[in-house]
């Protein structure tokens, strides 16, 4: 399956702060997404980007496929938004392949 | 539209017995996969359906692993003589069919297992 690294795999803000998630995936992807695991385990989809950008509130998206990866932008952080991120690709199969994450903690 | 629903929520069961979850998708959804997720790890993926077709399996999927969904609708993963290493987050998503807009998988909130 297709091989995928987040960085970093930590990472500590202060409230209010900005913040870039890094995806690599080692293969031509036709699905991507990017998810927010709560402190309850509940996976929420955040974005569904295979390709090019897209923005809802303070959070934004890019893939950029023929480079294998996705960003995830993070601006004006809120406590709230402590959690782990992980971002999942999926080529030709059926499944999304997963990451191992980046775990985010907002400081008030 | 409830979303996808697990049941049950948390099961702490002893080793060498047989435990059951059931995953209710979104009903306009004809795909369900399941997802094992253990402590510090992204979900993997253990077997799909499309409708009530299981079209593929994970090799992480033991013989003691077996998944149903009938009548295409709620499905149900079974662990048969359960061992510690099963205990785990079991994830399931659910999602449209292909062409009918977005394929993005929409999870339930997980079936904790602790096998002691």
């Known amino acids: 399956g297709i091989q995928v690294e987040q960085s970093p795999p930590d990472l500590i803000l202060q409230e209010g702060a900005n913040s870039t998630l890094r995806c690599n995936f080692s293969?031509?992807?036709?699905?991507l997404q990017w998810f927010h695991q709560n402190p309850w385990g509940q996976l929420i989809n955040l974005f569904y980007?295979?390709?090019g950008t897209k923005q809802n509130g303070r959070l934004s998206a890019t893939t950029v496929a023929t480079e294998r990866y996705s960003l995830l932008y993070i601006s004006s952080s809120q406590t709230t938004d402590s959690g782990v991120y992980f971002c999942?690709?999926?080529?030709?199969?059926?499944?999304?392949?997963f990451g191992t994450g980046t775990r985010l903690t907002v400081i008030p | 539209d409830t979303g996808v629903s697990q049941d049950p929520r948390h099961k702490i069961t002893k080793r060498g017995q047989n435990v059951t979850f059931r995953c209710d998708p979104i009903?306009?959804?004809?795909?369900l996969y399941w997802y094992r997720q253990t402590l510090g790890q992204g979900p993997e993926f253990l077997t799909y359906?499309?409708?009530?077709?299981?079209?593929?399996k994970s090799r992480l999927l033991s013989d003691r692993f077996s998944a149903e969904r009938p009548k295409g609708s709620f499905s149900t993963l079974e662990i048969q003589r359960t061992e510690q290493g099963d205990s785990a987050m079991y994830l399931c998503?659910?999602?449209?069919?292909?062409?009918?807009?977005?394929?993005?998988?929409?999870f339930g909130a997980g079936s904790r297992l602790t096998v002691l």
């Open positions: 998503a659910s999602s449209s069919p292909p062409g009918s807009g977005a394929n993005v998988l929409t």
């Open positions: 293969d031509s992807v036709n699905n």
């Open positions: 980007i295979p390709s």
């Open positions: 999942a690709p999926r080529t030709g199969a059926n499944n999304l392949f």
């Open positions: 009903s306009e959804h004809n795909r």
């Open positions: 359906f499309q409708n009530e077709a299981q079209l593929e």
